[in-house]
């Protein structure tokens, strides 16, 4: 019974957790540390009922989707609540509920309406897990949606700084219009289908009982791509990220970079490349150069910051400018190194903003000039905070090279890209700056002579502290010297997307191959 529920379970539970850290407020003997106490619990349910999805989910079954669920929701629509993972969603739920309880943890101290706190992040956690696993348009746009209100109050309420509240409507606003977007793309979807379900769309396209014209399908991809776009975010759409990251609380950031981003490229793989194949190759040219001006913009900012934790939010621009190289390689290596790319961020800047974080509790500034020899009185903080850096940069036998080499390996023998080696070598770069900006970053903050004497005194990281980093930095060894399960699990989905790209018809400079000239094609309306 469970496994025939599992998804809905994972969705539910966390959702349960916030009713009953509501609830609680009521009680007569409440006390502020149940409320940490509840979420904490209910999140750490949800991530060991996630690892269910592991045990169902061999590569040999990863081909469609599995734990389906499929009931009938508005009739009169023809909307249905639908839900499963494959290969592509499966890995990204368990980073979902790997990284709130990480987060709740690292909100342990947390005063400031710690019931509202705890009940938004576990809100939040069932809508993220919602969009990773919705089957239907329709559902997938409203946990697309919902999942913008908790983070909106988690910067807006908690945030640390002065522009927390201008950072906040900046972050709802981007976000909310992109998805007006996506919603006109969906309705446009359901017209000429008759449904909003995802795998019956797809199995018309594949059939070809009913195809999109080129003009439909280039006004149908530009609409889901700026929604996504905006929540990767791609450049220059990215304005509203710097701010976000820089004033939310440090649960807020882990969210946001580790899981929030990663919803637009599961977007732009789940959607945009599985449903308009001949708009994508037509877009790849732009696409791929949005993404190399990314990365290096990203790099090269992030090297000039005077403050960690704006520099960190910078490199998620430029990370995050691989996995869209990445996906419009179109080829498997590339492909594969973008959604292995997406839980190596998660894990990587998720783990960077922890450690931030932490430094920020003590100092109460987070400018690098205000630091430096954190190695002297902080031996635990400088070991973790250098190895998820190196993780970031993209050391070997760390998580990050394997995705950036898989990606940079993808774009060299894509032939979806003209002159592959110089875009090639243009992402490499990032590579370089990444080293440059966290090792200089590195050098002023943990190493050499304490240079401030409020630091010669602080105190190194607790047992819960550690705690919460341990499991992530391990993450970073496992992933980076053998990748093979999470590889093999979403080899299957990815090519299933892969090969709709390449047998479609026309756009950039890859060779058409043929198709069925009997199908009919919905003129544009």
């Given at each position: 019974?469970?496994?025939q529920?599992?998804?809905?379970?994972?969705?539910?539970?966390?959702?349960?957790?916030?009713?009953?850290?509501?609830?609680?407020?009521?009680?007569?003997?409440?006390?502020?540390?149940?409320?940490?106490?509840?979420?904490?619990?209910?999140?750490?349910?949800?991530?060991?009922?996630?690892?269910?999805l592991?045990?169902?989910?061999?590569?040999?079954?990863?081909?469609?989707?599995?734990?389906?669920?499929?009931?009938?929701?508005?009739?009169?629509?023809g909307?249905?609540?639908?839900?499963?993972?494959?290969?592509?969603?499966?890995?990204?739920?368990?980073?979902?509920?790997?990284?709130?309880p990480?987060?709740i943890?690292?909100?342990?101290?947390?005063?400031?309406?710690?019931?509202?706190?705890?009940?938004?992040?576990?809100?939040?956690e069932?809508?993220?897990?919602?969009?990773?696993?919705?089957?239907?348009?329709?559902?997938?746009?409203?946990?697309?949606?919902?999942?913008?209100?908790?983070?909106f109050?988690?910067?807006?309420?908690?945030?640390?700084?002065?522009?927390?509240?201008?950072?906040?409507?900046?972050?709802?606003?981007?976000?909310?219009?992109?998805?007006?977007?996506?919603?006109?793309?969906?309705?446009?979807?359901?017209?000429?289908?008759?449904?909003?379900?995802?795998?019956?769309?797809?199995?018309?396209?594949?059939?070809g009982?009913?195809?999109?014209s080129?003009?439909?399908?280039?006004w149908?991809?530009?609409?889901f791509?700026?929604?996504?776009?905006?929540?990767?975010?791609?450049?220059?759409?990215h304005?509203?990220?710097?701010?976000?990251?820089t004033?939310?609380?440090?649960?807020?950031?882990?969210?946001?970079?580790?899981?929030?981003?990663?919803?637009?490229?599961?977007?732009?793989?789940?959607?945009?490349?599985?449903?308009?194949?001949?708009?994508?190759?037509?877009?790849?040219?732009?696409?791929?150069?949005?993404?190399?001006?990314?990365?290096?913009?990203?790099a090269?900012?992030?090297?000039?910051?005077?403050?960690?934790?704006?520099?960190?939010?910078?490199?998620?621009?430029?990370?995050?400018?691989?996995?869209i190289?990445?996906?419009?390689?179109?080829?498997?290596?590339?492909?594969?190194?973008?959604?292995?790319?997406?839980?190596?961020?998660?894990v990587?800047?998720?783990?960077?903003?922890?450690?931030?974080?932490?430094?920020?509790?003590r100092?109460?500034?987070?400018?690098?000039?205000e630091?430096?020899?954190?190695?002297?009185?902080?031996?635990?903080?400088?070991?973790?905070?250098?190895?998820?850096?190196?993780?970031?940069?993209?050391?070997?036998?760390?998580?990050?090279?394997?995705?950036?080499?898989?990606?940079?390996?993808?774009?060299?023998?894509s032939?979806?890209?003209?002159?592959?080696?110089?875009?090639?070598?243009?992402?490499?770069?990032?590579?370089?700056?990444?080293?440059?900006?966290?090792?200089?970053?590195?050098?002023?903050?943990?190493?050499g002579?304490?240079?401030?004497?409020?630091?010669?005194?602080?105190?190194?990281?607790?047992?819960?502290?550690?705690?919460?980093?341990?499991?992530?930095?391990?993450?970073?060894?496992?992933?980076?010297?053998?990748?093979?399960?999470?590889?093999?699990?979403?080899?299957?989905?990815?090519?299933?997307v892969?090969?709709?790209?390449?047998?479609?018809?026309?756009?950039?400079?890859?060779?058409?191959?043929?198709?069925?000239?009997?199908?009919?094609?919905?003129?544009?309306?």
């Open positions: 019974m469970l496994q529920n599992l998804i809905s379970a994972l969705i539910l539970l966390p959702f349960i957790g916030a009713l009953a850290t509501a609830a609680h407020g009521f009680a007569p003997y409440r006390r502020p540390t149940h409320y940490r106490w509840i979420a904490l619990g209910f999140s750490l349910a949800t991530f060991a009922l996630s690892l269910l592991i045990r169902g989910g061999e590569p040999s079954m990863l081909s469609g989707f599995i734990f389906e669920e499929n009931r009938a929701w508005i009739e009169s629509i909307a249905r609540y639908h839900v499963g993972v494959d290969g592509i969603s499966l890995w990204l739920v368990i980073l979902t509920t790997l990284l709130v990480i987060s943890l690292a909100s342990w101290k947390i005063e400031k309406r710690p019931l509202a706190f705890f009940m938004f992040m576990l809100l939040l069932s809508a993220m897990i919602g969009v990773f696993v919705s089957l239907d348009l329709l559902v997938f746009y409203l946990f697309f949606e919902a999942s913008l209100v908790p983070m109050f988690l910067i807006g309420v908690w945030g640390s700084g002065e522009r927390r509240i201008y950072a906040a409507v900046k972050f709802f606003l981007y976000t909310a219009v992109g998805s007006l977007l996506m919603l006109v793309g969906i309705i446009a979807l359901y017209y000429f289908y008759g449904t909003f379900d995802y795998p019956s769309i797809l199995s018309a396209m594949r059939a009982t009913v195809t999109l080129a003009r439909a399908e280039f149908l991809f530009l609409a791509a700026l929604a996504f776009a905006i929540k990767v975010p791609v450049f220059p759409l304005t509203w990220l710097p701010d976000a990251h004033e939310a609380p440090t649960a807020g950031s882990v969210i946001l970079a580790g899981i929030l981003l990663k919803m637009g490229t599961y977007g732009l793989l789940r959607f945009n490349l599985a449903l308009f194949p001949n708009a994508a190759r037509d877009f790849a040219p732009m696409m791929v150069t949005l993404a190399i001006i990314g990365i290096i913009y990203g090269l900012v992030a090297m000039v910051q005077p403050d960690v934790k704006r520099l960190v939010a910078y490199s998620s621009v430029s990370h995050m400018g691989f996995v190289l990445g996906l419009f390689s179109f080829t498997e290596q590339g492909m594969q190194g973008a959604l292995y790319q997406m839980l190596n961020h998660g990587s800047t998720g783990a960077l903003f922890l450690i931030v974080g932490m430094i920020y509790e100092r109460h500034t987070r400018l690098i000039s630091f430096g020899g954190l190695a002297h009185p902080m031996p635990w903080f400088s070991t973790f905070f250098v190895i998820a850096s190196l993780s970031s940069i993209g050391l070997p036998a760390l998580n990050g090279f394997v995705g950036e080499f898989l990606v940079l390996l993808g774009t060299w023998l032939d979806s890209i003209r002159h592959p080696w110089v875009v090639t070598m243009l992402a490499a770069t990032g590579v370089i700056f990444a080293a440059v900006y966290l090792l200089w970053m590195l050098q002023r903050v943990v190493f002579p304490v240079t401030n004497e409020e630091n010669a005194h602080l105190k190194d990281l607790n047992a819960r502290e550690r705690g919460l980093l341990v499991p992530l930095l391990v993450l970073m060894v496992v992933m980076g010297v053998y990748p093979k399960p999470f590889l093999s699990r979403s080899r299957d989905s990815v090519l299933e892969r090969e709709r790209i390449m047998l479609a018809k026309g756009g950039g400079s890859v060779a058409a191959k043929p198709t069925d000239s009997t199908t009919t094609r919905v003129a544009a309306r």
